[in-house]
């Protein structure tokens, strides 16, 4: 890969990775950030698996946004960035077994355990406001 190509793509995914870190995420990009940061968060986190596909951009961020304008919220909220930070993203995956490999996906933690979790085929064919109404219900049930 030329360096060229890489600094192409870093500009074209940062605005991706932006949309969520404004937001209030903190992204995690090491296998190493990962596991100091998902198991260990006391409470509520939510768990963003970032991608390029149309449906994170169109759907999925904009879903968890409108989701985190509700009274109830998570106490944490992380994201990994799929086909970005390879390592990361493989890690975190590991905390929503038995659910498999999913990007975008949206898993909901309480106390390093998961809850809830909306894979891509969850996604990709509703508006976001419907997966708003499913995160604020499950913040509704977990986050109080």
Same mark, same amino acid.
């Given at each position: 890969?030329?360096?060229?190509?890489?600094?192409?793509?870093?500009?074209?995914?940062?605005?991706?990775?932006?949309?969520?870190?404004?937001?209030?995420?903190?992204?995690?990009?090491?296998?190493?950030?990962?596991?100091?940061?998902?198991?260990?968060?006391?409470?509520?986190?939510?768990?963003?698996?970032?991608?390029?596909?149309?449906?994170?951009?169109?759907?999925?961020?904009?879903?968890?946004?409108?989701?985190?304008?509700?009274?109830?919220? +998570?106490? &944490?909220?992380?994201?990994?960035? =799929?086909?970005?930070?390879?390592? !990361?993203?493989?890690? @975190?995956?590991?905390?929503?077994?038995?659910?498999?490999?999913?990007?975008?996906?949206?898993?909901?933690?309480?106390?390093?355990?998961?809850?809830?979790?909306? +894979?891509? &085929?969850?996604?990709?064919?509703? =508006?976001?406001?419907?997966?708003? !109404?499913?995160?604020? @219900?499950?913040?509704?049930?977990?986050?109080?």
């Amino acid at each position: 890969m030329s360096m060229s190509f890489e600094m192409y793509m870093k500009d074209v995914i940062q605005p991706m990775r932006d949309e969520l870190t404004r937001i209030g995420f903190k992204e995690l990009r090491t296998p190493e950030e990962v596991v100091e940061n998902i198991p260990y968060a006391k409470g509520t986190a939510i768990v963003v698996i970032n991608s390029v596909c149309g449906c994170a951009a169109g759907l999925c961020r904009p879903g968890v946004a409108l989701a985190l304008q509700h009274d109830a919220v +998570p106490d &944490h909220l992380f994201t990994v960035f =799929a086909g970005q930070d390879r390592e !990361a993203t493989e890690k @975190a995956r590991e905390y929503f077994l038995p659910n498999p490999p999913s990007s975008p996906s949206i898993a909901l933690m309480k106390d390093g355990e998961l809850v809830h979790f909306i +894979p891509r &085929h969850n996604i990709e064919n509703r =508006a976001a406001e419907q997966i708003a !109404a499913e995160l604020t @219900a499950a913040f509704d049930e977990y986050c109080k």
